[in-house]
């Protein structure tokens, strides 16, 4: 007998094969012995529960993890001797071996193969990497298969030819046509070539386009070379921006002004405006008029467009925190003001003036009814009230802390020096007592002068000589070199006066102009004022209170005059006109400096307590620092206001500075001046004080530290509100 038994070859084509009647016998006593083996396999599998799908069943041994900790992070157990859990509940200990950090960086240094190291915390073991795995990682990263043995052609064994097969499985011979070429094809061939030599087909020719007709330049000059033909690139104009809300014929109703708005923007000056229209609202668009501005903003911007000149810049590939200068944290700079602390109530006008006593126990302020009060710092209480009859425009305590002498500068030409009755009492008896003996000298002086006729006879000559000068030149070079000479009066106040008594008035002294601005020398023997802005030489008085006498410093004016300050140690004098300041040599008699401030109105001039060093104020929203061993020109020009700054203050004691603006803010700088020449001031921003109310253009107009490290501001309203003393953080 012959049987056939076909053969599948790992899934591939079936082969026949042919057996013979020993073959078969073979067969049947092999399959007898697989048999019993196959039965008791069969006994060993256990039966599966109806309730399990086998769909679900994942072949996992191989990824059984050892910690168990569900969702939680392994961050947390790094504080904890264990890595987790186990499936048990049980603690699982960390490898008491596991190499710190350095161990394992100078490892990573040793070892050129520690990429191939891989820490698997969940299982509490370290593996490496073969080359296997690393090809299997690197397939996957490509997207392809991961396993290369799936596409190795030799794993697959399919069997198309056995000698032991003598008959085909199909006797059918091939046909004539798979050995005969196809005639379609042959007529498709020939098609082409006899298309191809009828010109039909053209190869490597490209179809020629239609000339378009040339245009000729008729002004064209052949004389003017190509270069200087060629214009510079085109730059497109700059756009403009999208039309907002309140440009709509129909806004809503907030885009609308009301009286106060419509009456606030008409007053405002054109640059200042936030929109150069106002809203308007109509039912329909075609009720709305005509832009009567229309050929005029068209005409500007054609104008802009032309004569402005427009280039392109290239931009900068640096990087822009390198070009922003590294300045310490604020943090590391306290204590500095931040915040309102205590409000002094009591004035019924704008404050224009305040000055704190220098052991920081009191603060006088003034106000333009003629009002000057002196505070408690602490307790915010007024200690003292004084009443005059004009304005003021100034007040200052002597910087001496032995001398306590109020000065107050009022608008009728005068200027009054107060004793108030204040703690320490020893204090106001040594001051007392100093005045009487500068009052007994003065009329002693006096007297002298009366009595003596050479004396007398010295001043007739002086004063017809001035007025032979004058009569010989002419009034309009008078008013151009300012030779009006100021005459000042002494007048002590006796002491069963009441004025002494009661009002605490020492000294009156009488001007002929009104005066400005005072300011004390740190001695406290000297002080200086500035009249109103009259270009003359005695605009500057320099008095002195020991001799009870006044002198002009100054036979030449510089212009109007600001302000003054004396330098703290040396003997120098600054003074500030409108784009310039001076230092003299009051010693000497010599002008040291002048430096130039390219601003067009200096409003306040402070100076450091090391006296190198001073900042001014401009009505031109800026703040300039100077330093003098550097030149004459600025060191650092701070633009951080708004609007005009009206004053500036220097600590005494603190590397800090403040400048009050008429925006109503304050603001805070830290200002370090170091005693090595080789090192530059440093200024670093602080702190910006707001909440100070601005009325009729006015904000904070004056501002002055505390010897600690408190603030005083006075805000312009007239609320009850004197000045503000932000506390150190």
């Known amino acids: 007998q012959m049987w056939i038994r076909y053969r599948r070859g790992k899934g591939k084509k079936r082969v026949a094969i042919e057996e013979t009647p020993k073959e078969t016998e073979i067969v049947e006593q092999e399959e007898a012995a697989v048999k019993p083996n196959k039965k008791e396999k069969a006994k060993k599998i256990e039966k599966i529960p109806d309730d399990v799908n086998l769909n679900d069943a994942v072949d996992s041994s191989d990824e059984e993890l050892v910690v168990r900790v569900g969702g939680i992070p392994l961050d947390w157990y790094e504080d904890y001797n264990h890595l987790g859990y186990s499936i048990e509940g049980k603690k699982i200990e960390k490898d008491e071996n596991e190499e710190n950090k350095i161990d394992e960086f100078i490892k990573r240094k040793d ?192 104008i802009e467009l032309y004569l402005c000149p427009r280039m392109l810049r290239k931009k900068m590939r640096d990087d822009p925190n390198s070009l922003i200068p590294k300045l310490p944290d604020p943090k590391e700079l306290r204590p500095y003001p931040t915040y309102e602390a205590l409000t002094y109530a009591g004035h019924k006008s704008r404050v224009v003036a305040i000055s704190p006593d220098p052991t920081g126990a009191y603060l006088a302020s003034g106000d333009e009814s003629g009002l000057v009060i002196v505070w408690d710092v602490y307790t915010t209480r007024k200690i003292k009230q004084y009443t005059f009859d004009d304005p003021v425009n100034d007040v200052q305590w002597n910087k001496n802390k032995d001398i306590k002498i109020l000065a107050v500068v009022t608008q009728g030409e005068s200027i009054i020096l107060l004793a108030p009755g204040l703690i320490p009492k020893e204090q106001v008896l040594s001051t007392n007592n100093l005045m009487l003996k500068y009052k007994m000298s003065h009329e002693q002086d006096v007297e002298k002068s009366l009595n003596d006729p050479s004396v007398a006879k010295q001043e007739v000559r002086e004063e017809a000589e001035e007025i032979e000068t004058e009569t010989k030149k002419d009034p309009k070079e008078k008013k151009e070199k300012g030779k009006i000479k100021q005459k000042t009066d002494w007048q002590y106040y006796s002491e069963s006066s009441e004025d002494y008594l009661l009002k605490d008035r020492r000294v009156i002294i009488k001007l002929d102009f009104v005066p400005l601005k005072i300011t004390w020398h740190n001695k406290g023997d000297y002080f200086s004022t500035v009249t109103s802005h009259t270009q003359t030489t005695s605009q500057i008085l320099i008095h002195c209170l020991s001799k009870s006498k006044s002198q002009v410093p100054f036979a030449k004016g510089k212009g109007i005059i600001e302000c003054v300050e004396f330098h703290p140690d040396k003997p120098y004098f600054f003074v500030a006109t409108q784009r310039c300041i001076y230092v003299y040599n009051l010693q000497k008699q010599i002008l040291v400096k002048k430096f130039i401030s390219s601003a067009q109105w200096i409003s306040s001039l402070s100076i450091h307590p090391k006296g190198d060093n001073f900042i001014v104020g401009t009505y031109d929203k800026r703040i300039i620092w100077f330093d003098m061993d550097m030149g004459s020109k600025p060191y650092k020009i701070l633009k951080y206001n708004d609007k005009a700054v009206r004053k500036v203050d220097f600590h005494k004691k603190y590397p800090l500075f403040a400048s009050a603006s008429d925006d109503g803010s304050v603001y805070i700088f830290h200002g370090m001046v170091y005693d090595d020449l080789c090192q530059n001031a440093l200024v670093v921003p602080l702190k910006l004080l707001q909440g100070h109310q601005v009325l009729k253009g006015l904000g904070v107009l004056c501002c002055a530290f505390h010897p600690l490290c408190l603030l005083y501001t006075s805000p312009s309203p007239r609320d009850a509100t004197l000045s503000r003393m932000p506390s150190s953080a």
């Open 111 to 302: 070892d050129k193969e520690w990429w191939r190291n891989i820490r698997d915390t969940l299982n509490n073991r370290n593996i490496r990497l073969t080359d296997e795995e690393v090809m299997m990682i690197q397939r996957i990263r490509k997207g392809k298969l991961a396993d290369v043995d799936s596409l190795d052609p030799s794993k697959f064994t399919v069997e198309f030819d056995n000698p032991d097969f003598k008959f085909p499985m199909n006797s059918a011979m091939p046909p004539k046509s798979r050995f005969v070429p196809s005639r379609w094809e042959r007529n498709k061939v020939m098609k082409i070539v006899h298309a191809m030599r009828m010109g039909w087909i053209k190869l490597d020719q490209e179809e020629k386009k239609p000339e378009e007709p040339k245009a000729w330049d008729i002004w064209e000059d052949d004389s003017i070379p190509l270069r200087q033909k060629q214009l510079p690139k085109h730059i497109q104009a700059p756009r403009i921006d999208l039309p907002k809300h309140s440009e709509s014929y129909n806004p809503p109703a907030e885009y609308l002004f009301d009286e106060n708005e419509l009456k606030e923007w008409n007053e405002q000056d054109e640059s200042e405006r936030p929109i150069n229209y106002v809203p308007k609202k109509y039912t329909a668009l075609r009720k709305v008029e005509a832009y009567s501005a229309l050929v005029n903003e068209a005409f500007e911007r054609c």
